[in-house]
């Protein structure tokens, strides 16, 4: 004599809601691995006023599970530009308020994953880091140097907010723990190549 039920369909039905809530509290106890070391990255430019302002938040802004971003200039004008800080607010709704323009000397003894020059000018300074970051060489164009009214100027600034966005975003797209430093590097030269 079944006391319960005999009904195989019910029983099987019993037994697998039983192994499902089973599952569900073995799956929520088991620990949770501590997050993975963010990789530090530095956006290296000639002034610290534009593009690499751009880039560092950004790269704050979608990539901060994985980065923590930094920015610096060569010959840093100590002011950040702005055209940068308002088209960062009102274009792609980041608040840059606590930007500032400083040197790249400012990080010359700190351990670097990665160093982007994102101007020719900051190229040969890239070299300069200890422990031998991943260098990448991705320049754009000078929104400063633009001349016209203000509404051409704002729409240069636009335009290379833009493709420093995008290729970041393609970047953030790797899966860099999965790679070794040679596919990496190949990967950003390959980025260097996107628009």
């Known amino acids: 004599m079944c006391l319960i039920s005999c009904d195989p369909k019910v029983v099987r039905t019993g037994l697998l809601r039983n192994f499902q809530a089973s599952l ?3 799956w929520f106890s088991f620990p949770m691995s501590p997050p ?3 990789f530090k990255i530095l956006f290296l430019c000639t002034w610290n006023a534009s593009r690499s302002i751009f880039a560092e938040y950004f790269m704050k802004d979608m990539g ?7 920015s610096a200039g060569v010959t840093p004008k100590g002011q950040v530009s702005p055209i940068t800080l308002r088209l960062l607010q009102t274009k792609f709704r980041i608040d840059a308020s606590g930007a500032r323009s400083k040197s790249w000397e400012e990080f010359k003894d700190d351990h670097l994953d990665f160093v982007v020059s994102v101007s020719e000018q900051a190229e040969q300074t890239s070299h300069a880091f200890p422990d031998q970051p991943i260098l990448a060489h991705w320049p754009y164009d ?3 140097k633009v001349q016209g009214t203000p509404e051409q100027v704002e729409a240069a600034y636009f335009r290379v907010a833009s493709r420093i966005r995008y290729r970041l975003q393609l970047f953030n797209n790797l899966s860099l723990d999965q ?3 040679l596919r990496i590097e190949t990967k950003m030269k390959k980025l260097a190549e996107s628009d």
């Open 64 to 70: 901060s599970s994985r980065f923590e971003a930094f």
């Open 36 to 38: 993975a070391q963010k």
């Open 24 to 26: 569900a509290r073995e």
């Open 142 to 144: 000078d929104p400063t």
């Open 179 to 181: 790679l070794d430093r």
